[in-house]
């Protein structure tokens, strides 16, 4: 059975954010419909998004590091959504895995949310349907695309190219060789969901940070003339180059 996914590095994942704005705007022209922002910015922000790009802080002052994991709809292949729908909105395709929505079912229950361990699906306040990714099923079957550009929109916007796409159960595809080279693995396995995305972990390194290099020679906080200043009589730059 052909199961398409995501396979996402999160050792060259930046954070930029080209996966949230691209999907955003493929998905809001395509047939998924709008995507509303009624209220993104003030105090209790509202907005529809398929991916979303989670940063944290991990480590001890200096040696700190921040981890981007971008996350959306992992295409379970048990996926407790679906059982949950009380009109079969939700639902998995047999031809490809991919978990959609049919919005004319869908009354907005918030049911599968609620059942969704991973918190991947939204309410479009606009619609009042649930809305999640949907791997742009509507643009890696459009045969009138050069043949290249039949992928999700994150995947052909990502510029460190952290985003693979393909049959995870074909095991000479590209996305399940990655996986076996370099340790890919489903998130939260223990909830039984056989999550399809997967992720590449976060390779160890170490750096030795001394002391002395937290302490910026010239720090722009000190006030002027609060550094040892040269003598009246010594020479300064302007004496000895010829700029």
């Known amino acids: 059975m052909k199961q398409l996914a995501l396979i996402i590095d ?41 991916n979303r790009v989670q940063s944290f802080e991990i480590g001890t002052f200096p040696e700190t590091e921040i981890v981007h994991f971008p996350k959306s709809c992992l295409h379970c292949e048990e996926p407790p959504c679906v059982p949950v729908c009380p009109t079969g909105a939700s639902y998995k395709r047999e031809e490809d895995g991919i978990v959609l929505v049919d919005y004319d079912k869908c009354i907005g229950c918030k049911y599968c949310s609620w059942a969704c361990p991973y918190g991947a699906r939204e309410l479009d306040e606009d619609q009042k349907v649930m809305k999640k990714c949907t791997l742009c099923v509507d643009r890696i079957y459009d045969e009138t695309l050069p043949e290249a550009e039949r992928k999700p929109a994150c995947v052909l916007a990502c510029p460190t190219s952290a985003r693979l796409f393909g049959d995870v159960k074909d095991p000479n595809s590209e996305v399940s060789v990655t996986i076996r080279e370099n340790g890919g693995y489903q998130l939260m396995p223990e909830w039984g969901t056989k999550p399809a995305n997967h992720y590449l972990p976060r390779r160890k390194t170490s750096m030795t940070i001394h002391k002395d290099e937290l302490t910026r020679i010239d720090n722009p906080l000190k006030k002027e003339r609060q550094l040892p200043m040269p003598d009246s009589d010594e020479q300064t730059l302007d004496d000895i180059m010829s700029w």
Do not use: I, Q, R
């Open 10 to 50: 999160l050792n060259v994942c930046v954070g930029c954010h080209a996966c949230v704005t691209s999907c955003k705007e493929w998905n809001t022209s395509g047939s998924a419909g709008s995507m509303s922002d009624f209220n993104p910015y003030e105090e209790d922000p509202t907005g529809t998004f398929f």
